[in-house]
């Protein structure tokens, strides 16, 4: 029997309501998310504080440790956040075509929310406030399944946004909580179909395998971010080494940080070892293949596994490459289809690797780190979807809608 059933046809009662909330109601209840999130700032972290404290005692990695940390700073941050999805324009009742048709039908499309998500996502509790503010924003009922790393800190969030859902008379239920982490509540999230209109799973590549394979529910696919960099031989060298050095370093444990490095080898003596001093000076493991370390003797050996790898961690695989083309080659082999860049001053390799890759996102001289929905625009984002039907890239609020069509006619009949 599936446990979720009840909350879930509560999650689907309350998205009949949120459907036809107007923007200034979606505003007023994120304003006060905002405002709470400042006001309950010291309660939020003594709840984060037992899951960091649960955390090392199950010995979690640094990488890990940092993902789930909630700060004074991280949650202003969070804040900011949902103030600036507050402020981006409601993608719910929007005209998107009109058309009239010669028997003298008019058609237009609208824009809708999908209904009911499911987001299954790991040890990120600033996630928890991403999603459900967008879900709101779009006027979509969000039903959550977080990690249970940030159990506590999760249920203080979703409390503190169910008060403020309360308080300008909407449904609590339009943002819910599992909080039973078994494998069983995952997979009964996966199962409720005809309640839950499209399941997102954000975390590592083991937990989106899991749900792209059990799910029966519609699956909108983030990806794991095997990323890449390939740094060519026609390059600016100080501007390619403060790319590659902010792609690993700036956040290691997120999606968009790089694992490898590719690096022409008509370049790569002046500048592999300028690279590995401003990567070790930042306590970078470098990782390189037979070629690096006849150049840099000290680099630890580059396996066919780290080629494979998302470290989520001060990690980075380098490889010296012949040719473009076999740079190419490689990022197509062990590519999860995240973000890719090219750092180069001829704009033929540049269109040329953004024509025969295929990844969500591909740069030209700028760090990956960028995949992101503030970044874009988006004001924030659920995930990065790597897959290519209905979305790619990070989704926003647009990418957590629909359309319906409206049909007005004066007796017509076929």
Known sequence: MNTLIPLAEQARQ???ILANAS???KNKVLHCIADKLIQQTHTIILANQQDLENAKQNAMSN?????????????ESMAQAVLEIELLSDPIGQLLDSTLRPNGLKIDKISVPLGVLGFIYEARPNVTIEAASLCIKSSNVVILRGGKEALQSNCCLVELMREALREHDLPEDCIQLITDTRRTSAVDLMTCTGYIDALIPRGGKNLIQSVIQNSKVPVIETGAGNCHIYVDEFVNIAQAISICVNA????????NSVETILIHKNIAEQFLPALVNELVINHV?????????QLVPTLSCATEEDYETEYNDLIVAIKIVDTIDEAIQHIRRYTTHHSEAILTTMDEHAKQFTSQLDSAVIYVNASTRFTDGNEFGFGSEIGISTQKLHVRGPIGLREITSYKYIITGDGQIR
Do not use: H, N, W, Y
């Not at 990488?63 to 949650?75: F, G, S, V, Y």
């Not at 690993?248 to 999606?255: E, G, L, Q, T």
């Not at 493991?285 to 370390?293: I, N």
């Open 248 to 255: 690993k370093v700036s956040r290691p444990a997120v999606c």
């Open 285 to 293: 493991d470098v990782r390189g293949c037979p070629q690096c370390k």
């Open 23 to 25: 923007t200034q109601q």
């Open 14 to 16: 309350a998205s009949f």
């Open 63 to 75: 990488a890990m440790i940092d993902r789930l940390t909630l700060t004074k700073e991280r949650i």
